[in-house]
């Protein structure tokens, strides 16, 4: 839990540096990304296809309900993986150590499985990867937290920050910000934090309902 008078990007209590699932995630991410990048022969993103990228004709039709998920894991390029893990660093790991890791990661996932659906719904026929939907729904729930209790203003400089570093995605070279993913993600965050999982569930599982309504046609990104 998160105490009243406890900065969330700060932990006082405990100042040595101990290796979570936040630094494993992003292990793992670092490690697809320098796998991807000395993959030959094969466009990169068609690799990011065939690692499972957010792909709405593909779930539709075929069932890659798994296209909700892998996204979380993989990146359009250095700038766009380098910008998560600074975000994924500043706010995930405060809370993990304070909210437990069990908690960590079932907000991690839900908020980006969240955002990749956002994602499949208002972007039908692009592909789609990044963490920047899981990262969005700690930035959800810590704006919700410093409102409700009322936080001084310089408790908000974390967020621009986080902020600051996402708007830098857009002058990567290649880069389409995937705006649906992040409103997706953010979304799950306040309801979060407004401990409202059941509508969470909920929505989440209306959201995958209306993927199979949309019109789009059935087509392969390779």
């Known amino acids: 839990m998160l105490y009243n008078d406890d900065d969330f990007f700060s932990n006082r209590q405990k ?6 699932a936040t630094i494993v995630i992003s292990m793992i991410q670092i490690t697809i990304q320098a796998v991807i990048m000395v993959i030959k022969g094969v466009s990169h993103f068609c690799i990011l296809y065939y690692a499972g990228s957010k792909h709405t004709p593909s779930i539709k039709y075929h069932y890659h309900f798994h296209r909700l998920f892998n996204p979380i894991f993989l990146h359009g390029g250095n700038g766009h993986l380098l910008s998560n893990l600074l975000s994924q660093l500043l706010l995930c790991y405060s809370y993990e150590n304070r909210n437990g890791t069990q908690d960590f990661l079932l907000l991690y996932f839900i908020a980006g499985i969240g955002g990749n659906i956002a994602s499949a719904l208002y972007f039908p026929t692009a592909t789609g990867v990044g963490a920047s939907g ?24 974390g967020i621009l920050i986080v902020l600051c570093i996402q708007v ?51 087509q392969r990104y390779c």
């Open 15 to 20: 100042k040595e540096f101990r290796i979570n």
């Open 134 to 157: 899981a990262i969005f729904g700690f930035l959800g729930y810590q704006l919700a937290y410093l409102i409700k209790t009322k936080q001084p203003q310089e408790k908000y400089y």
């Open 168 to 218: 830098l995605l857009i002058f990567e070279p290649h880069t389409h910000v995937d705006y649906s993913a992040h409103f997706g993600g953010f979304f799950v965050g306040i309801l979060w934090y407004q401990k409202q999982k059941a509508l969470i569930g909920l929505l989440l599982l209306l959201g995958c309902a209306c993927i199979f309504m949309i019109d789009v046609p059935d």
